[in-house]
């Protein structure tokens, strides 16, 4: 669990540092230097909509959004999770945005097409104590994205 934080402590000051050296004094430069590389591909997204919920419960279930519809993909935090994307181009992960503890991502539709989120979870313990013996976990969900 401290590694995790550790982790997470140290990817923030490595953002924070990369701001400071390569934005404006702006502290919102960075998302919008990366808003406007969305609006160039087509996506803009909505910030006043609440984005669509995913949960352990919706595994090996399809989602059907509209094109720039946003979904959460809110797992928990018992497990340390990574998430692949098959079509990165019909969904992607929006990375600028703060998300809560038990919380894996907000996820934009900037295109039209089908894509698969595979989530794998592996147990957030020490290593050597029983629990850490247990196997990863593996949940799909399937979005598929309309005009």
């Not at 992960?93 to 703060?98: A, E, G, K, Q, S």
Request: charged content about 15%; overall charge negative; some cysteine.
């Amino acid at each position: 669990m401290v590694k995790r934080h550790f982790f997470r402590i140290s990817l923030t000051f490595l953002v924070i540092l990369l701001c400071v050296t390569n934005c404006t004094a702006d502290v919102g430069a960075f998302a919008i230097i990366q808003l406007k590389g969305r609006e160039q591909n087509g996506f803009s997204p909505a910030p006043n909509e609440a984005p669509i919920i995913l949960t352990l419960e919706n595994n090996r279930q399809t989602m059907i959004l509209h094109k720039g519809e946003n979904i959460e993909l809110i797992l928990g935090n018992s497990y340390f999770w990574v998430v692949f994307i098959d079509q990165p181009e019909v969904v992607s992960r929006i990375w600028n945005v703060l998300i809560p503890d038990n919380s894996q991502g907000i996820y934009a539709s900037p295109a039209i097409g089908n894509a698969s989120l595979t989530a794998v979870g592996t147990p957030t313990c020490d290593p050597g104590f029983s629990d850490c013996n247990q196997p990863p976990v593996y949940y799909v969900f399937h979005v598929k994205v309309i005009p």
